[in-house]
């Protein structure tokens, strides 16, 4: 089954608008990309199909936050 092809709006990690100023038809210097780090981690989990025909969302850019920990667990007192 063929998979949808990305579309330039919508960012291919969370389906969410991606607010690419290029896609909306203005100049580059004005999207957020260019004024904010992309995590390399975020980029390496873009689809194959979608690398280099999507922008992701600047949510998507940020680096994965850290797994939360456990709680330690609670012991009953006798």
Known sequence: MPTAAPTTMHCPLCGQSNGCAVAAGLPAQQCWCMHESVSRDALARLPAEARGRACICPLCAREQPA?????????PNP
């Open 67 to 75: 797994a939360p920990q456990a709680p330690a667990p609670v012991v």
